[in-house]
């Protein structure tokens, strides 16, 4: 009997420190995502107040999650001016921006216009905890709209041929393009164009109903806004390059910037071109009016990403 207990002892102590010796296999799942299978990456993606913005915020979560990174989702935040702090103190992570707009909101005297002149000087301006992955080819201009019989009346093709005719409109747009250096200061200053009044409008269906009902004469809409085609809107010329090139390009925090948050979303980039991005706006403004959840994971399969 004594030998009997005696071996049970010694394998159940020989169980004992196997166990100890060995890591429990969850565990290493859900630590840095090395050899488990698991993921710990996370993100917290925003969106600006428009629908652009929260379209491809959602191309970008959706990529990411089937890369198995969660994801967070703090979308509609409102202009850059409301959701850059965020950006800053870390409450979000990553945004889909627009170069132009971005490197004139951080430099409001960059001189640069044109595409790859804007990236790079947009990368020397940027706060040390952020950082712009590769940009789209695709391409979402602020620009001034007005109806196709304002523009027949004034013989309107840019907006020089606007200057004569700026004391007599109204013009409408966020709140915030009367103090961009491309807004209406921008305006004055390159064109000499200052208008008899301005009127604070939400993007998107508010501003094109205000420019259809005559509430204002001259807006600032998006260039890929599908309310432009399916209104027979003109949009018009800026021949001295107020508005500098806007590219979509994500804004990340260099900390989730991790190989697969870049790979994942330059591969995006990569597909996104102002073709494909009028093409989304076009499907998200059908008189269905689908979700984005839907727009975004039917474009997904079809590029592959």
């Not at 990174?69 to 950006?87: C, I, M, P, W």
């Not at 085609?229 to 804004?251: G, H, I, S």
Request: with cysteine.
């Amino acid at each position: 009997m004594k030998r009997v207990l005696a071996g049970v002892a010694t394998a159940v102590a020989a169980l004992t420190l196997a166990a100890c010796g060995s890591s429990d296999p969850l565990a290493e799942d859900s630590g840095d995502g090395g050899g488990g299978g698991g993921s710990a990456e996370s993100i917290a993606i925003g969106s600006a107040d428009f629908p652009e913005s929260q379209l491809l915020a959602e191309i970008y979560a959706q990529a990411l999650e089937g890369k198995d990174v969660q994801v967070s989702r703090e979308f509609n935040l409102g202009s850059r001016e409301k959701y850059f702090d965020g950006l800053k103190d870390g409450s979000i992570d990553l945004i889909p921006e627009y170069t132009g707009v971005l490197l004139q909101f951080l430099n409001k005297e960059a001189p640069e216009v044109e595409s790859e002149e804007v990236y790079e000087a947009l990368q020397g301006v940027l706060p040390d905890n952020l950082t712009v992955l590769d940009k789209a080819d695709a391409e979402d201009k602020d620009a001034v709209v007005v109806t196709q019989e304002t523009a027949q009346r004034w013989n309107l093709k840019s907006i020089e041929d606007l200057v004569p005719h700026c004391g007599e409109a109204i013009f409408g747009g966020p709140t915030e393009i009367q103090q961009r250096p491309d807004g209406l200061p921008g305006l004055k200053e390159t064109y000499g164009c200052t208008f008899k009044s301005f009127k604070a409008l939400q993007p998107g269906a508010i501003t094109t109903k205000a420019l259809l009902d005559g509430t204002v004469q001259a807006a600032d809409i998006f260039t890929t806004d599908a309310a432009i085609e399916a209104n027979d809107l003109v949009v018009l010329e800026d021949p001295k390059n107020n508005f500098a090139a806007q590219n979509v390009v994500p804004l990340v925090a260099k900390d989730k910037a991790s190989d697969t948050v870049k790979e994942t979303l330059n591969a995006i980039s990569a597909k996104l071109d102002t073709e494909a991005l009028l093409d989304l706006n076009a499907r998200l403004n059908a008189p269905d009016k689908p979700d984005y959840a839907d727009v975004a994971e039917e474009w997904l399969a079809e590029i592959g990403v």
